[in-house]
């Protein structure tokens, strides 16, 4: 069974030029995560869907950041215009049930995209 | 402070050794406990699940809470060089709303050298 799919899987660009991320998750999985992960630090939820819609996108810095998620299946993470700090790598990951801190549910990663903003 | 503190190592040990990860935690509402290992240039994937204070084994590894200290700790038997990665110990507990979104540590590094 094929795993979470994300293009590209690095992507250098200069300051205030936009970008995107694609994902593909898991077949089957309704749950959908977009993670940031600093260089040392652990993942931060950025945004989570559950099918079409985002149920959750407090983090979600919304003036520069934006996705969605057509279909419920494949997501897209846009920034514009990107800045000197947006450097580091995005994480996509999907669960079953979106339970992913629960008992039953797993959460399966992607292997990332690494932006370097310069 | 963080809610969720790991520390980043590195830890470097020999093969064959016995290892012991831990992290600590300020949020008492936490009730679930994962550890996830994350290679390099790879994302995260999940190795032990708790949400009990006591001991979890699983083949090597040994997950291991202790919620009255508000202390996790994952141990690893016969440290094999295969298991040099970054080691993520990770919390929830049931949301308002329903979620259960992990709040992770920063990771510790383990080196495991022949």
């Known amino acids: 069974e094929a795993g979470v799919v994300q293009s590209p899987r690095y992507k250098i660009i200069e300051k205030k030029q936009p970008v995107a991320f694609w994902c593909n998750p898991i077949?089957?999985?309704?749950?959908l995560y977009w993670y940031l992960q600093n260089l040392g630090q652990g993942p931060e939820l950025l945004i989570r869907?559950?099918?079409?819609?985002?149920?959750?996108d407090s983090q979600l810095p919304k003036d520069r950041f934006s996705a969605e998620r057509l279909k419920g299946v494949d997501s897209t993470l846009k920034i514009q215009p990107a800045e000197l700090g947006d450097s580091a790598v995005y994480l996509c990951?999907?669960?079953?049930?979106?339970?992913?801190?629960?008992?039953?549910?797993?959460?399966?990663f992607g292997p990332g995209t690494r932006l370097t903003v310069l | 402070q963080k809610e969720v503190e790991q520390d980043p190592g590195p830890l470097s040990v020999p093969e064959g050794a016995i290892v012991s990860l831990n992290c600590t935690y300020s949020?008492?509402?936490?009730?679930?406990f994962m550890w996830y290992r994350q290679y390099s240039r790879k994302g995260p994937e999940l190795l032990m699940y708790?949400?009990?204070?006591g001991n979890k084994e699983d083949g090597r590894f040994t997950a291991q809470v202790d919620k009255s200290s508000k202390y996790i700790s994952l141990f690893i038997r016969d440290s094999q060089p295969s298991d040099s990665a970054t080691y993520l110990c990770?919390?929830?507990?049931?949301?308002?709303?329903?979620?259960?979104?992990?709040?992770f540590g920063r990771g510790t590094s383990l080196i495991v050298h022949p």
């Open positions: 869907y559950e099918n079409e819609e985002a149920v959750d």
């Open positions: 077949s089957g999985h309704n749950t």
């Open positions: 708790t949400y009990s204070s």
């Open positions: 990770a919390m929830s507990f049931h949301a308002s709303g329903g979620s259960y979104i992990p709040t």
């Open positions: 990951a999907s669960s079953l049930d979106g339970l992913a801190g629960a008992p039953g549910d797993t959460q399966y």
């Open positions: 949020n008492s509402a936490f009730q679930y």
